[in-house]
């Protein structure tokens, strides 16, 4: 199963990947950032392909096939924005002068609840630094459930 880790920056993303597959033993693609994230950023630079609502729609088309044919685990990580902002801060990098991390997130939101696909996204807060090994355990949860459902789907 591939797995998708999305989200802003300082949500945790890197740190969990590297984590998720120290603490894991079974075959899996894990991926920092894909077609949401660019979706996200895409609009949120106000980049060509958003636009033109005909490049948005495009670009919503390319993720439903992804999804529809992939059958990807997205884990979306996510903060208040006090925490991102000092976690950015804490790399080195000044939170005012990248992208605005409570906008980023409202259109991760919308995004995700626009998607149909909220059986296929697994949504972790890392406001309270839960355990890189408690957020891996819900990960590997969510994998069992999704594979469960599938197994019954073609039985």
């Given amino acids: 199963m591939i797995i998708c880790f999305e989200g802003p920056d300082g949500a945790g993303k890197s740190t969990l990947l590297r984590e998720f597959n120290r603490l894991t033993d079974y075959e899996h693609i894990t991926v920092d950032r894909l077609h949401l994230s660019h979706m996200v950023y895409a ?10 609502p005909i490049l948005r729609h495009e670009a919503g088309e390319e993720f439903r096939k992804f999804m529809y044919s992939v059958k990807p685990l997205i884990v979306y990580l996510y903060a208040s924005r006090a925490v991102l902002e000092e976690r950015i801060s804490m790399k080195g990098e000044d939170p ?36 890189w090994r408690s957020m891996t355990e819900r990960i590997v949860g969510k994998i069992g459930s999704l594979q469960r459902s599938e197994l019954g789907r073609h039985s």
């Fill in 43 to 52: 609009q949120q630079a106000k980049r060509k392909e958003h636009e033109l």
């Fill in 96 to 131: 005012s002068q990248g992208m605005d991390v409570t906008a980023s997130m409202s259109i991760y939101d919308e995004l995700i609840k626009k998607s149909g696909f909220m059986e296929r996204i697994l949504k972790i807060d890392t406001t309270m630094n839960p355990t």
